[in-house]
């Protein structure tokens, strides 16, 4: 009875599996395991990264727009617009969120030390900047969509102004990126003498130098220029048109806000795309 009872676990041990057949209706098949599709979907997945494409759109548009009215196109045309408009709607109503992270980052900036006061300085004074252009910013969307009972040339100040605070951040982020390179540069300098240093030491005790520390900052510090010029680029893509969208009348192209624009936006997704 036990033997029998052996051989059939033996029996089912070593028995076939038997294959599915293969399923019109598999379509997961056709798709082999890939990293960038899963990138792209933590990506999207956040507001961050669904903004900065949408950015991209949104700024290329105006490019493909002047393009094709040029070659006398005008339906093609209007048929982007009529994208690029709702777009440019839903990047406002994401922006709604935007005070919420912003006093995160006003109580992280009273509440720890800063690499200099005169950064400690100047993000107060964007934060205050923020503070005063989102409000304003969505007022004129509600405004603008007749959402709350205010009139064109209301709508329009509103606009204005939101744009003049959003212009002075971009003024203040110029100064503030120049003392970011400043206190680069003096720790580049520093890091460099504490080598030099360690390189008489090992030659007067004939043990070699480790460089490790050294090399890790100075990799750190690397990125750390990187970021300082990618932000220049983006700050740069938004110097006009901040200072275009604070006028009341202004001769800037539509197409140029899409050149700029796009640069910024490129820039922008980048970045999110990188820290995603």
Not at 36 to 46: E, G, K, Y
Not at 181 to 190: E, F, G, H, P, T
Request: charged share 20%.
């Amino acid at each position: 009875m036990a033997a029998a009872s052996k051989q059939e676990v033996e029996g089912d041990v070593h028995k076939p599996v038997a294959k599915q057949a293969p399923s019109i209706l598999a379509l997961g098949k056709l798709f082999p395991a890939n990293p960038t599709l899963d990138h792209a979907v933590r990506f999207l997945s956040q507001v961050r990264g669904t903004d900065k494409t949408l950015m991209v759109v949104q700024y290329f548009s105006k490019i493909v727009i002047w393009y094709f009215l040029k070659r006398g196109r005008d339906s093609t045309a209007q048929r982007i617009k009529n994208l690029a408009g709702p777009i440019s709607d839903f990047r406002i109503l994401l922006r709604y969120y935007g005070l919420l992270p912003l006093v995160q980052w006003m109580q992280y900036v009273d509440n720890n030390s800063s690499p200099s006061p005169l950064l400690l300085l100047l993000d107060r004074l964007q934060n205050i900047c923020n503070l005063i252009y989102y409000p304003l910013e969505h007022i004129y969307w509600l405004g603008a969509h007749e959402v709350i009972p205010i009139s064109m040339e209301k709508t329009n100040k509103i606009a204005i102004w939101s744009c003049r605070f959003w212009a002075a951040y971009v003024f203040l982020q110029f100064i503030h990126l120049a003392e970011e390179y400043r206190l680069y540069k003096a720790r580049v300098q520093s890091v460099k003498a504490q080598i030099k240093t360690a390189d008489a030491k090992a030659k007067e005790t004939g043990e070699p130098a480790d460089k490790t520390v050294y090399k890790s900052e100075l990799a750190s510090l690397k990125a750390e220029k990187t970021g300082i010029i990618i932000n220049t680029i983006i700050n740069t893509g938004y110097l006009p048109l901040t200072v275009h969208w604070s006028l009341e009348k202004s001769s800037f192209p539509d197409v140029g806000v899409g050149m700029f624009g796009g640069v910024a936006a490129l820039a922008q997704f980048y970045v999110a795309w990188k820290s995603s």
